[in-house]
C-alpha cells in the first residue's frame, strides 16, 4: 500500500475517493432517507448534457456538467413542486432530455471525444490535480450548507408536511437539496461515473441506515464506509487491472449483501435462543 502512494496518480486517486466519500457520506443520507433516489439518478444522468457541450466547446467536462446538473436540478424541483405534472414524469423526461442533448453535441463534435469512457463508467486513477481542487471546494460548500441547515433538511426528510405547517420554508430546503445532490454528481463523476453515481449515492448511506437511526452518526458511518470501500475497490482496480468504478461499486453492493445474510443470521440465531 506504502509503495503505491509513490505515483503521483495513485495519491490522487485515494484523495479524490476520500472527497467523493465526504459528499456522498453526507448527502447519500439524505436521498435514503428521504427516498430521493430516482431524481438523484435523473439529476446524474441529465448532466451527461453538459459533458457532451463541454466537448463541443473544448473545455474541461467537469466545468459544463456543474451548471448543467444545476440546471436540472433546479428545474426538477421546480416542476414538481409548482405543478400537477407527476415528478417521475418530469425526472424520466429531463433524465433523457439531458442524455440526448450530450450525445448530439458529441456528434458535433470534431474527430474523437478523449476519456468520454471515464465520465461515462469512472475512473478514479485518471483524476488530475485540478479536479482534485474543484472536488475539495464543492466538499466544502456541502459541508459548510449542510452545517448551517442541519435541522431544516433534517424536518424536511422526517416529516415534510409538518414542517411546512410549522413554517419552514419546505419548497426551498428541497431544491436547495436537490442543488446539494447536483454538487455530489460533479464530485462523484470521475471516481465511478454518470452511470454509476446512484450506487455510491445510496449503498454506504443505506448500509449506515442498519446499525443506527442517528442522523449524524448515519452521515459519520456513511463517510467511513464511503472511504474503505472506494480505497479497497481502488486498490483491486489497480492489481487486477479492471475498471475502478466498476470495482468500487461491487466491493460497496458485495459488502451490503453480505450484511443483509449477516443481519438474518443473526435474527434467526437470536430467536433459536429465545426458543
Known sequence: MIELLQYEFMTNALVAGLLASIACGIIGVYVVVKKIVFISGGIAHASFGGIGISYFLGINPMFGVLPFSLFSALTMGTISKRSDVPEDT????LWSLGMAIGIIFIGWTPGYAPDLMTYLFGNILTVPGSDIYLMLALDAVIMGT???????????????????????????????????????????????????????????????????????????????????????????????????????????ATAYLLNIVLQKWKSVSGNRVDS
Open 90 to 93: 418530469i425526472i424520466g423526461i
Open 146 to 252: 449542510v452545517y448551517v441547515l442541519y435541522k431544516e433538511f433534517m424536518a424536511l426528510c422526517y416529516d415534510e408536511e409538518f414542517s411546512k405547517v410549522a413554517g419552514v420554508p419546505t419548497e426551498k430546503l428541497y431544491i436547495l437539496l436537490l442543488c446539494l445532490i447536483a454538487l455530489t454528481v460533479v464530485v462523484m463523476i470521475r471516481v465511478v461515473g454518470l452511470i454509476l453515481v446512484i450506487a455510491l449515492l445510496t449503498i454506504p448511506a443505506a448500509l449506515s441506515r442498519q446499525y443506527t437511526s442517528n442522523m449524524k452518526i448515519m452521515m459519520y458511518l456513511s463517510i467511513l464506509f464511503g472511504a474503505i470501500f472506494t480505497t479497497t475497490g481502488l486498490i483491486l482496480s489497480y492489481y487486477f487491472d479492471i475498471a475502478s468504478g466498476a470495482t468500487i461499486i461491487i466491493v460497496m
